[in-house]
């Protein structure tokens, strides 16, 4: 199994970025995934969790802004981000609580 996540960048606060996570799975399969970042000198943080039944979870700084979803037809899975922040700047992670994916990078000025 392996995810694998892409979409970061720099960007100026208040723009947006998508990121997405392709998650290499048997056909049909769905795995609650969940976003984590971590910012330079800080430790792994929750972001966002989209479970099975499409319930979702929102760390509270990124309500409002963020949105979770998932296309199972291509088993992929995206954060989109809106209103960014300085303090959003970190590497992101997708994980499905088993495996981590390797990060993208987002920084915000």
């Known amino acids: 199994v392996q995810l694998v996540e892409s979409g970061g960048g720099s960007v100026q606060a208040g723009e947006s970025l998508k990121l997405s996570c392709r998650h290499s799975t048997y056909a049909g399969c769905t795995y609650d995934i969940a976003w984590y970042r971590q910012a330079p000198g800080k430790e792994r943080e929750f972001v966002s969790r989209?479970?099975?039944?499409?319930?979702?979870t929102y760390e509270e700084s990124v309500k409002g802004r963020f949105t979770i979803s998932r296309d199972n037809a291509k088993n992929t899975y995206y954060l989109e981000m809106n209103s960014l922040k300085s303090e959003d700047t970190a590497l992101y992670f997708c994980?499905?609580?088993?495996?981590w994916g390797q990060g993208t990078q987002v920084t915000v000025s």
């Open positions: 994980t499905n609580f088993t495996h």
């Open positions: 989209i479970a099975k039944d499409d319930t979702t």
